[in-house]
């Protein structure tokens, strides 16, 4: 099946500082790609998606493009904020056996902003 | 609206104990699901049901039941709880399931099993 693999961290930084999470995946096909965000004592909640190669999606300052050449999908944001403190999750679709679509999640990486 | 909800937050069990988890939304969703979430290992998808009355397995079902006799509910059942169990259980559930929909996600249950 298809899966993801990211960065895990845990990544500290200062405030107003570049942030980047790398992500890739491997699949069949040509699946959605997702970046979830799980702030402290939350669920998770859709941040961005892309749907074919090329596609950006954007959100809150947070940027990622669909690389279809890279199999990549990388987060970024150019200034963050100590409330971007939080775990993100990239994500991919894909098929259960039942033939249903599926969210397949990366293990998380845990963001910490400093002032 | 209240989005997706789920009691208990927390709950703490001994070995062999049963109990249900309770989800339940209010969005008029066909698509329902579980997931444990675990340290290091992200999430994981224990069960789903693209509508009522209809469920089906995900890459971790055992240990679990489900059923869906509403739109609006979608309880997990832990007939005899083990340690491996202990976990973050988080439901989520969108319009139809597909990959375009947004996928909606409850604030979790946090379950100890000794």
């Known amino acids: 099946g298809n899966s993801v693999t990211q960065m895990e961290g845990p990544v500290t930084l200062s405030e107003e500082a570049f942030l980047t999470i790398n992500c890739t995946y491997t699949a069949t096909g040509y699946p959605s790609l997702f970046w979830y965000v799980q702030y402290p004592g939350e669920g998770l909640q859709l941040l961005l998606k892309a749907t074919k190669a090329d596609d950006k999606g954007s959100n809150k300052g947070f940027e990622a493009t669909y690389r279809k050449e890279t199999t990549s999908f990388h987060l970024e944001k150019g200034s963050v904020q100590v409330s971007d403190s939080a775990v993100y999750f990239c994500a991919l679709s894909d098929y259960t056996q039942g033939g249903s679509e599926k969210l397949v999640f990366g293990k998380g990486m845990k963001l910490t902003v400093n002032p | 609206n209240a989005g997706v909800t789920q009691t208990p937050k927390f709950q703490v069990l001994k070995t062999g104990q049963s109990m249900t988890l309770q989800c339940a939304q209010d969005?008029?969703?066909?698509?329902m699901s579980w997931y444990r979430q675990d340290p290091g290992m992200g999430l994981r998808l224990i069960h789903y049901?693209?509508?009522?009355?209809?469920?089906d397995q995900g890459e971790v079902p055992n240990g679990y039941n489900v059923s869906r006799s509403t739109t609006e509910d979608f309880p997990l059942r832990l007939l005899s709880a083990a340690p491996s169990q202990t976990s973050v259980y988080f439901c989520a559930s969108s319009y139809s399931g597909q990959s375009t929909d947004t996928q909606y996600f409850g604030p979790g249950t946090r379950l100890t099993v000794l």
């Open positions: 969005m008029n969703h066909e698509y």
């Open positions: 049901s693209v509508g009522a009355g209809i469920t």
